[in-house]
T-cell receptor, first 114, second 109 residues
Framework: DSGVTQTPKHLITATGQRVTLRCSPRSGDLSVYWYQQSLDQGLQFLIQYYNGEERAKGNILERFSAQQFPDLHSELNLSSLELGDSALYFC?????????????FGPGTRLTVL | GIQVEQSPPDLILQEGANSTLRCNFSDSVNNLQWFHQNPWGQLINLFYIPSGTKQNGRLSATTVATERYSLLYISSSQTTDSGVYFC???????????FGRGTSLIVHP
C-alpha cells in the first residue's frame, strides 16, 4: 500500500457524460500528479499540482480539468466523455524535497466509456 | 523531450530463472524510478535510483548515469513477479517523469 488513495476504483459511464475522480496523497506530500494509461499511448502525464497550485501540465485535453483543495486532496474532472477516454487513471504524490522526486502511485481508477 | 527505451519488450521465464531488464535514456537524468505493474494494474515502486546500485531482496538495480542506462535484475524469479516493469525518468529542470513502454514479464511455474 503506497498510502495514496483513489476513488472510485471502477467507473462505467456513457459518451457525453462527465465524471470526477478523486485522489488523496500520502500524508505530508504536497505534490499530486495525474496520469492516464491507455493501451495505445502507455502512461501519459496529465497535470501536476503543488500545495494547491498548478505546477506543470502535460498532455491534458481541454475537456479535462483538475484542482487541488486546501486539504491537499485532488480531483480530476473529465467531461464530454468519448470512447477513447476509456483508460486507467492514476494519481501519484511525492514529498517536498529538493533532491529528487520519488513518486508513489495510487491504485488507479478504471474508466470505461460506453 | 527525453526518450526512454526499454528492452526486451517481452520476456518469458521459468520459475527460478534470473533476468536483466534494461532502460536506455537519451539525456542526463535527475530522477529515475523502476515500477512493477501487477496483473491487477497496480503500480508498485521498486527503486528510486538516479545513480548507483540498490538491492531489495531478489531485486537489484544499477543506474550508470554517465552512460545513460539503468538495469533491473530479478533473481530466482517467482510467478508473482509476472507483470509489466516500467522505467520512468526525468531530466533537466523538470521532475515530471517520462515512462518507457515497459517490459512484459511472464513467469511460468
Amino acid at each position: 500500500d503506497s498510502g495514496v488513495t483513489q476513488t472510485p476504483k471502477h467507473l462505467i459511464t456513457a459518451t457525453g457524460q462527465r465524471v470526477t475522480l478523486r485522489c488523496s496523497p500520502r500524508s505530508g506530500d504536497l505534490s499530486v500528479y495525474w496520469y492516464q494509461q491507455s493501451l495505445d499511448q502507455g502512461l501519459q502525464f496529465l497535470i501536476q499540482y503543488y500545495n494547491g497550485e498548478e505546477r506543470a501540465k502535460g498532455n491534458i485535453l481541454e475537456r479535462f480539468s483538475a484542482q487541488q483543495f486546501p486539504d491537499l486532496h485532488s480531483e480530476l474532472n473529465l467531461s464530454s466523455l468519448e470512447l477513447g477516454d476509456s483508460a486507467l487513471y492514476f494519481c501519484a504524490s511525492s514529498p517536498p524535497t529538493r533532491r529528487g522526486n520519488e513518486q508513489f502511485f495510487g491504485p488507479g481508477t478504471r474508466l470505461t466509456v460506453l | 523531450g527525453i526518450q526512454v527505451e526499454q528492452s526486451p519488450p517481452d520476456l518469458i521465464l521459468q520459475e527460478g530463472a534470473n533476468s536483466t531488464l534494461r532502460c536506455n535514456f537519451s539525456d542526463s537524468v535527475n530522477n529515475l524510478q523502476w515500477f512493477h505493474q501487477n496483473p491487477w494494474g497496480q503500480l508498485i515502486n521498486l527503486f528510486y535510483i538516479p545513480s548507483g546500485t540498490k538491492q531489495n531482496g531478489r531485486l537489484s538495480a544499477t543506474t550508470v548515469a554517465t552512460e545513460r542506462y539503468s538495469l533491473l535484475y530479478i533473481s530466482s524469479s517467482q510467478t508473482t513477479d509476472s507483470g509489466v516493469y516500467f522505467c520512468a525518468v526525468a531530466s533537466g529542470g523538470s521532475y515530471i517523469p517520462t515512462f518507457g513502454r515497459g517490459t512484459s514479464l511472464i513467469v511460468h511455474p
